[in-house]
C-alpha cells in the first residue's frame, strides 16, 4: 500500500498538491494529462526534479503515471490514500 514512514522531500510535497489541485479541477476524473514544462512552470521547480519527484511518488505509492511517449503529455492518476474510489478511478487502480 503507502510507505508513508518517511517524510516526502519538498520537490515531492510540491508535485503531490499540485497533482491533487488539478485532478479537483478536473472533478477527479483521470487520466490527467499534463507535460513536464507546465508542471515545472506551475510549481516553479527544475524538470529535472519533477522526474525525481514523480519517481518518489511512484515508488511510494502515492501516484501511478504513464509515459505516453515523445513529447506528449504523460498521464497522471491521484491514488487514493483511504482506498476509497475516486470518480474516474477504476478499482484496479487503486489496488495497484
Not at 498538491?17 to 477527479?28: I, P
Not at 527544475?46 to 514523480?54: E, G, H, L, P, V
Amino acid at each position: 500500500m503507502f510507505n508513508t514512514s518517511e517524510r516526502l522531500s519538498a520537490s515531492a510535497q510540491l508535485l503531490w498538491h499540485y497533482l491533487m489541485y488539478r485532478a479537483n479541477q478536473n472533478w477527479w476524473h483521470y487520466p490527467l494529462c499534463l507535460n513536464l514544462p507546465e508542471i515545472a512552470y506551475a510549481i516553479n521547480i527544475s524538470i529535472s526534479s519533477i522526474k525525481n519527484a514523480r519517481h518518489e511518488l511512484a515508488q511510494r505509492g502515492f501516484i501511478r503515471w504513464e509515459s505516453q511517449g515523445g513529447n506528449k503529455a504523460a498521464k497522471y492518476y491521484v491514488m487514493s490514500l483511504t482506498g476509497s474510489e475516486y470518480a474516474g478511478q477504476r478499482k484496479e487502480e487503486r489496488t495497484n
